[in-house]
Every structure is written in structure tokens, then in C-alpha cells.
């Protein structure tokens, strides 16, 4: 009897904790829409439910809308959840309907459906809630503008993992399989002869922060990448293929300087693709031609072109090509 008590004891005080838990919770996730539309904005849903009981949180919300009027953003779905252990609300699971999404610039609406699409934070225990990992997955995915679809796949995946022992690395990566893109994006490209999907489109890369990401990133400034290790990004699709590896110093201005090591296979191809359309003028791809051709023959293969791009003292130029000031590495 006493051990049946005890046990009572633990389940009534574990229900109140999970309780007043969920309670804090729904109302973070409801405050933060009221705040939103005090400062201006559209933040509304229809409903809040929350469940989980007793092992996690759940915290849904019917009909969520946002719409900031000062960028033009807007996004709206059936319902989004919000879920977590009940041990730990530092490992958030973000579960989006697999119904419709909109997401809109101004009057311009994208309609985007994905199955099982789960956007993860995890937080690690501390004062200053450090960032662990942060992703983004899902299985088919479809983005679709005016009934006329964009691209689609039969998967995401981007990740964003901290080096257990030094604290201001990051593992970034990104995968999307089967990436189809649609009528108008080919048109756009000017690739009607290539196949309907890409053979590979992905991105797996290191970057180390001047300072890990936690709640400052929030209340006070972005951390500023400071070392860029790109361990490979790659698209191919047909015969045309592109990789790169390398990586770049950046200064605190943001200034990079190093060195990218890119292949091209039949580079030529990507050249007129990028005449006709439009990215560069006739004189221009007859210039560049000329130059990678030479460059290509020194490699021994003239259908592939192996060259670096070089980012030294704020200029960028690939090969022999001088293209002009490098960009600033800044993240506002």
C-alpha cells in the first residue's frame, strides 16, 4: 500500500509538472504571435491545441498566418505542431501539415507541399541555450507558382550540426535528391535537351563562427563566419557536371581571401546555356571560351575544365578571369 501510494505520489506530481510545462510553453508560442501583431504584423491562427501527455509537448496551432508588411513576406498553412520531450522543451520539433503551404512576396504566392516535413532545433542545457544542431527534412517535396510547377524532389535535407570540441564549428550540409526542376526554371536555363532530373544536387561544407550560436544570436548580433572549408558542393544533370572544394579566411570586415578548386564537364555547354538565357552576352562567352579553352587544353582534357577560383585582397577571379570585388561574408 505505502509503494501505491508512492506511486500516486510521483504520478499526480509528474502531471503537474508536465502541466505547468505545457501551460509555459502554449503561452511562449501564443505570445509570440501577440507580439508580432503588436509590432504591425499578420499573426493569427484559429486554434491552439496541445497533447502529449506524459512523455512530451505538443503544441499545434490551427491555421497559422504570418505576414510582415515591412518585407512583404507572408506564410500560411493548415496547422503546424510544435513538439518536444517533456524533460527537455530544448529539443524542438517543428511537424508541418502535409497539406498546402503559401508562402508569398507581396502579390506574389508560391504554393510549396512536402510530406513529413520536420524542421529540428536542439538547444543545448545551459544558461545560454548554445545551438547543437538545427535541420531541415523532408520526404517528396513540390514548390508550385501559378499552377505551373517550379521544382520538385523526392526529398531535403540540410543540416547544421556544432563540433563537439570546438564550439564555434559547424557542420553545414544539404542534399535535395531527385531535384526536377519545372518548365519555366528549364526555360529560364535554356535546357530543354537535358533530362528531367538532376543525378545530384548537394553541399556538405565547415564553418567556423567567431562565436558559437545561442541566444545572443537573437538579443545581440549574428556570429560572423571566420573560416569556410567547402568539403564539396556538386550539381550535375546530363552530361553537365560542376564540383568544387576549398575554402577561404574571413577577416573581420567580412573580406574572404583563399582559393576554390571547381571542375566543369562540358563546360562549353554551360557557356551557351548561359547565352541564351540571357546571363551573358555573345562577346562575353566568346571571351570566356577562349580563355577556359586554353586553360582546359593545359589540363589535358578539352571538354573538362579544371580551375580555381582566387579571392585575394577583395578581388575574385576564376583562372585567368578577373570577375570583380569579392562579396562581404556578413550575416545581418
Not at 73 to 94: C, H, K, N, T, V
Request: glycine share 8%.
Amino acid at each position: 500500500m505505502r509503494v501505491i501510494k508512492v506511486l500516486v505520489a510521483l504520478i499526480v506530481f509528474w502531471a503537474l509538472l508536465w502541466g505547468g510545462a505545457a501551460w509555459m510553453l502554449r503561452s511562449s508560442i501564443t505570445g509570440w504571435f501577440e507580439a508580432r501583431a503588436q509590432d504591425g504584423w499578420q499573426a493569427e491562427y484559429a486554434g491552439v491545441e496541445t497533447g502529449g501527455f506524459p512523455l512530451h509537448h505538443i503544441t499545434t496551432l490551427i491555421e497559422p498566418a504570418l505576414a510582415d508588411p515591412g518585407s512583404g513576406l507572408a506564410w500560411s498553412a493548415d496547422q503546424i505542431s510544435f513538439e518536444s520531450p517533456a524533460a527537455w522543451p530544448g529539443r524542438q520539433d517543428l511537424r508541418f501539415a502535409p497539406t498546402p503551404q503559401y508562402i508569398s512576396y507581396f502579390d506574389d504566392t508560391h504554393v510549396l507541399t512536402a510530406a513529413d516535413m520536420v524542421a529540428v532545433l536542439d538547444l543545448a542545457v545551459g544558461p545560454s541555450l548554445q545551438l547543437e544542431g538545427m535541420g531541415l527534412s523532408a520526404n517528396a517535396w513540390s514548390l508550385v507558382q501559378d499552377e505551373t510547377p517550379l521544382a520538385e524532389a523526392s526529398g531535403l535535407t540540410m543540416v547544421m550540426v556544432q563540433d563537439a570540441s570546438v564550439h564555434e564549428t559547424y557542420t553545414i550540409q544539404f542534399d535535395s535528391p531527385d531535384f526536377t526542376p519545372g518548365p519555366t526554371l528549364r526555360r529560364v536555363m535554356a535546357a530543354d535537351s537535358l533530362p528531367d532530373r538532376f543525378d545530384s544536387l548537394q553541399m556538405d561544407m565547415v564553418v567556423t563562427f567567431d562565436r558559437p550560436w545561442d541566444r545572443r544570436a537573437l538579443d545581440e548580433r549574428r556570429p560572423q563566419p571566420r573560416r569556410l572549408d567547402l568539403k564539396l558542393a556538386e550539381v550535375a544533370w546530363g552530361p553537365l557536371r560542376i564540383s568544387a572544394t576549398g575554402g577561404f579566411d574571413v577577416d573581420a570586415t567580412g573580406q574572404p581571401d583563399g582559393v576554390i578548386s571547381i571542375r566543369a564537364e562540358n563546360w562549353r555547354d554551360m557557356l551557351q546555356m548561359a547565352e541564351m538565357a540571357g546571363a551573358l552576352p555573345p562577346a562575353a562567352v566568346q571571351s570566356a571560351e577562349r580563355a577556359l579553352g586554353f586553360v582546359a587544353r593545359l589540363g589535358g582534357r578539352a571538354d573538362t575544365l579544371d580551375v580555381q577560383l582566387n579571392v585575394t585582397d577583395g578581388i575574385v577571379a576564376l583562372g585567368p578571369l578577373p570577375l570583380g570585388p569579392a562579396p562581404r561574408l556578413i550575416l545581418r
